[in-house]
C-alpha cells in the first residue's frame, strides 16, 4: 500500500539535459546550445527571478520563502554540464541540480540508439559538487520504473543512492525518474530509499514531494517558450520586461 503523500505547490522547474553546440544529430532533442541556455537564465534575471537546485527550491518552499525562485535540472549527468552549462550557471549567480545515471559515470548514454555523449566521471561529479550544484540520482542504469519488480527498483533507486554518496562523502537528497516514468511501487521505492524529494516530467498539476512536475526545455525553446512554461506554473513574475524600443 502506498504511503500517504502530501500535494506540494511548488514554484516552476525546468528541465534540460545536454549543454552543447555540437553540430551532430540530436534525434532524442536532449541538446541545448549553450546560448540558448544563456538567454534563457538572461531572462530569469530580467524578470527577478534566480534559478536554485531542487532541494534548495523545496527547502524555500517549507520555509516559506520561495518567491522569486525557479528550479534548474540538468538529466543524465552529460560531461557538458560541467564543461559547458556550470560556466553559463556561474556567470549568472544561479546553481542547478544535475541527474547522475550512477552506474554509467565515465561512459556513454548507451540507454539511447543514436549518438553517444560522455557522462561525468567521478572526479568530474564531485567537481560539480564543489562548485555548489546539486547531485541527484538518475537511478543506476537509467531503467524505466513504471512496473518494475521490486529487485530492480532496489537496484535502481537504493544502489544508485549509495553509489553517488560513496562518490562525494555527502549525502545525496533528490532523485529523478528516467523518462518521467514511475508508479506508486517507484515512488514508495524512493520514500523508502530515503530521498528527499524526487521529479518527474510533465504532469504540470501539482504532485507530492516525491512526484514534483518539471518543465522540459526543447533545444529550440525560445525566451517566449520559457515564458510560457513559468506562466503555465503561475511563477510569479517580480519585474516586468521594459517595452520594446518605439513602443
Known amino acids: 500500500m502506498s504511503a ?7 514554484p516552476a522547474v525546468l528541465m534540460y ?3 552543447s553546440a555540437s553540430p551532430e544529430p540530436d534525434p532524442h532533442r536532449i541538446r541545448v546550445h549553450p546560448d540558448r541556455l544563456d538567454r534563457h537564465l538572461r531572462l530569469l534575471g530580467r524578470l527577478g527571478l534566480r534559478g536554485v537546485s531542487q532541494t534548495e527550491l523545496l527547502r524555500a518552499v517549507d520555509r516559506g520563502e520561495a518567491a522569486g525562485l525557479v528550479g ?7 560531461a557538458d554540464f ?7 550557471l556561474a556567470r549568472h549567480g544561479m546553481t542547478a541540480t544535475v541527474y547522475v545515471v550512477a552506474g ?6 548507451s540507454w539511447d540508439t543514436g549518438p553517444q555523449f560522455p557522462i561525468m566521471t567521478a572526479d568530474q561529479v564531485r567537481a560539480v559538487a564543489a562548485a555548489g550544484h546539486e547531485v541527484g540520482s538518475h537511478t543506476t542504469t537509467h531503467a524505466r520504473l513504471a512496473g518494475a519488480d521490486p529487485a530492480v527498483l532496489a537496484a535502481e533507486v537504493g544502489d544508485s543512492r549509495r553509489l553517488l554518496e560513496d562518490v562525494l562523502q555527502a549525502e545525496v537528497p533528490g532523485f529523478c525518474y528516467p523518462y518521467g516514468a514511475y508508479d506508486a511501487a517507484a515512488a ?3 520514500r523508502a530509499a530515503g530521498y528527499d524529494n524526487a521529479c518527474v516530467t510533465g504532469d504540470y498539476a501539482p504532485g507530492d514531494r516525491h512526484t514534483l512536475p518539471r518543465c522540459y526545455v526543447s533545444p529550440a525553446d525560445t525566451r517566449a517558450h520559457v515564458l510560457a512554461r513559468l506562466a503555465r506554473h503561475a511563477v510569479r513574475i517580480r519585474r516586468p520586461l521594459p517595452a520594446p524600443a518605439g513602443h
Open 104 to 109: 554509467h559515470m565515465g561512459a556513454t548514454n
Open 4 to 10: 500517504v503523500a502530501t500535494r506540494v505547490s511548488a
Open 82 to 88: 560541467l564543461t559547458t552549462a556550470v560556466p553559463v
Open 17 to 19: 539535459h545536454s549543454i
Open 72 to 78: 534548474l535540472t540538468f538529466d543524465d549527468g552529460y
Open 188 to 190: 514508495d521505492a524512493v
